[in-house]
């Protein structure tokens, strides 16, 4: 074992001493060198940034108090989207050697996004890491905070079978697919959110969010538990993780991370509330998206609800799987015959086959 491997006895001794509510164990991470640790981080974040960003953070925060006063905010005392009516987490990936943390997060908000608004929480999708981090900018030696959400925004990334992740810098030009332009999933803009009240507000209203934490070394070592930092574990960088959910009951933040599945709980972890040295409450912003969803067929749908007002041009569906769709004005179809179509269908207990986004449905087909 390399000689600046983690040392859980001492990890596990000042939790005890210190009682704090987490369980350490040795794993892949504990064991490796201390840069080679470091590498499995990748924020790249300067004592300037720091400062600009807890700057702004505060000024958003005294925007929301305003909201929160007008009564705004109304977030349940718990929200776990792996168990919200469906899972609509995707499964933990592992970053490796490298310090592609940004990418990873930023691919795992958008996919739980995507599967959100197209309300199918089993729905397939795995979005490529390497392009994000790649293509967009970023390296094995960092990245910033919401470089992958302004790239998500300008470029997009492809699905992982296009540019399939390695953990070591990747040439974008010769490791993506030919036909790329055609496979990008983009997000038309992110949120950032400050208080508590608001950034719960936003898991329960938005789905899993985008955030930045400062890591100490004993988080290496998280098995099981609500995670408290040690006094005196050294800073070893800053990281990019996701926000799934939170417990008001356990005063913490559930965390999905990007070591794969063999750190903590099964690569979860349980963040406790206001730990101002982490950084996660105190100085930066958690991010919401909102995924830009193609048009796409869906086939044997099953109209649950028609609904229209005096307007013939406002008329929507509710599709079970996909949610409610508005009927595109100047459908091919035309709105009024496409309505009278899918509340044929409702009517008639008959299926239908759907040319849809996220927000619109433009062609519908009787089965």
Known sequence: MATDSLNIASIAAAIEEENLPWTPEENELTALPEAERNNRLGVLVTNADLARMEQATQRLAAQEQTRLAAGEF???TAVDWRNNNGNWVTPVQNQGNCGSCVSFCSCAVIE??????????????DLSEAFLQFCGGGSCAGW????????????????????????????????????????????????????????????????????????YNDFFAYKSGVYVASIGSGIAGYHCI???????????????????????????????????????????????VVPVIGFAWHGNVVVGQVYSSHHSQNAWVYLNGLG????????????????????????????V?????GNYVTQAYLL
Request: aromatic content about 10%; overall charge neutral; some cysteine.
């Open 242 to 288: 996701t926000i799934v959910g939170y417990s008001d009951t356990e005063q913490c933040w559930i965390l999905k991370n990007s070591w794969g599945t063999n750190w903590g709980d099964a690569g979860f972890v349980k963040i406790r509330y206001n730990q101002p040295d982490l950084l996660l409450d105190s100085s930066w912003q958690f991010y919401s």
């Open 74 to 76: 109304a977030a349940p």
């Open 144 to 215: 910033g905070l919401t470089s992958g959400l302004d790239f998500a925004q300008s470029t997009g990334t492809t699905d992982e079978a296009c540019m399939p992740y390695q953990a070591t810098n990747m040439d974008c030009a010769s490791s993506r697919c030919a036909d790329w332009q055609s496979r990008l999933t983009k997000i038309s803009s992110y949120t950032g959110y400050a208080t508590m009240d608001a950034r719960k507000d936003a898991i329960a209203t938005h789905g899993p969010l985008l955030a930045g934490m400062r890591v």
């Open 324 to 351: 409610w769709r508005r009927i595109q004005s100047g459908a091919a179809d035309g709105v009024t015959n496409m309505f009278a179509l899918l509340t044929e269908a409702r009517a008639n207990g008959k299926n």
């Open 353 to 357: 086959t759907v040319y849809a986004d």
């Open 112 to 125: 739980s996004a995507v599967r959100i608004k197209l309300g199918q929480p089993n729905y397939a999708i």
